[in-house]
């Protein structure tokens, strides 16, 4: 798009560099004639320089031809002045930074729908970290009564293993509460699904009324008294996996609040044989099928099996194709989770290779096998 900057000061040549990066077409209008040589050569937009409440520097900066016009300057009498400009002469957007909230009328009737009030975003911001300092970041949305805020999820929250739909059914979440963005440690954000699982030590990104923020906070930050067990399902089933007898009862949960929950329909190929082993499973509902890589059946898993950890543990690929055979729904357990619970403890690890020694021992009939640690190392 073709932006138009009324204004390069601070927040001006910030916005500038962003939309630039983002491969618009900027043109920033600036009195200062060093202001605008240091935007033209640090930021790499246009500038023109001269006053944006000028009609003819308006024209000279293209504003007839603009798709968004947007005033920063120093003071709302200009910002206002300049909006009417554009208003007569473009069709552009207009968005505004508003200084002094009495102002905000005088934009109304100038036709200015787009407004940034500075001192509530920075009120709204400090007040919110100051009652909520476990609420990472916040922005006021509409009239300031409502919030987008981002909140990272403690190591052992109650929540944690929980699908965005069974956390918006329990009794007691906000109903006016909504779940928009997930972050996970490494930054990669995602849109969440009703069946998308909330992990400790990951962000949620959540909009909610001011009045409800509260509640919304302590239900997500809860944790269980410590000594407490969340007794998942989950857990209770990997219980039974051999490998996995080392753990005790809170590194069992810790893995289990990590697993992500999938459901897919009959049909869907989970892996093929050769594929990179970087995840095992739990079958909570539904059938998998094990093929060989003549497509042979070579085992079938019903609810409370698992397969895939050879892959996970030792890092080779995988030895067989996973086929679901009905619909079903799966824990998933990942690489790294699995490994950060593991590692944490020497002693768990030795043994869990033990096991896993002896297991595919008999898996040969007792055949020698080249000796491998957890995770191919």
């Known amino acids: 798009m073709k932006i138009v900057i009324a204004g390069g000061g601070r927040v001006g040549s910030v916005l500038a560099a962003r939309l ?10 600036e009195r200062d004639a060093t202001v605008c040589n240091r935007i033209f050569e640090e930021v790499g937009a ?16 293209g504003i007839a031809s603009a798709d968004v016009a947007a005033g920063v300057l120093a003071r709302d009498s200009e910002n206002l002045a300049f909006a009417m400009l554009v208003r007569s002469t473009s069709g552009a957007r207009i968005m505004v930074r508003m200084l002094d909230t009495s102002y905000r009328e005088a934009y109304r009737l100038a036709g200015v729908k787009e407004l940034v009030a500075e001192a509530e975003v920075v009120v709204a911001k400090m007040t919110t970290a100051i009652d909520f300092p476990q609420v990472a970041g916040t922005l006021p949305l509409g009239d300031g009564d409502t919030l987008l805020f981002e909140l990272a999820l403690p190591l052992r929250a109650r929540v944690a293993g929980q699908t965005v739909a069974q956390v918006r059914g329990t009794a007691g979440f906000p109903r006016e509460c ?11 954000a995602t849109l969440p699904e009703g069946s998308t699982v909330l992990k400790a030590g990951h962000t949620v990104i959540l909009v909610s009324r001011r009045s409800q923020l509260a509640v919304a906070v302590d239900f997500l930050s809860a944790e269980p008294p410590v000594g407490e067990r969340t007794g998942s399902l989950l857990a209770a089933t990997l219980r039974k996996v051999d490998f996995l007898a080392p753990l005790n009862d809170e590194e069992l949960e810790t893995v289990a609040r990590g697993a992500q929950h999938l459901h897919h329909p009959g049909g869907t190929e989970l892996f093929r044989q050769g594929d990179p082993g970087e995840t095992f499973y739990v079958v909570l509902s539904g059938e998998v099928n094990l093929k060989d890589s003549n497509g042979q059946v070579v085992a079938t898993v019903k609810p409370g099996g698992f397969f895939g950890e050879l892959a996970l543990l030792t890092g080779e690929p995988r030895t067989a194709t996973a086929v679901a055979t009905s619909a079903c729904e799966l824990a998933a357990v990942g690489r790294e989770d699995f490994r950060s619970v593991v590692m944490a403890n020497p002693a768990v690890a030795l043994e869990m290779s033990r096991i896993l020694g002896e297991r595919l021992s008999r898996a040969v009939g007792g055949k020698p096998q080249k000796k491998r640690g957890l995770f191919g190392r």
């Open 178 to 188: 909504v779940f928009i963005g997930m972050v996970d440690p490494q930054g990669r």
């Open 20 to 29: 630039v990066a983002e491969q618009h077409t900027v043109t920033v209008i």
């Open 46 to 61: 246009v500038t023109v320089c001269g006053d944006a409440t000028n009609p003819r520097v308006l024209e000279a900066a």
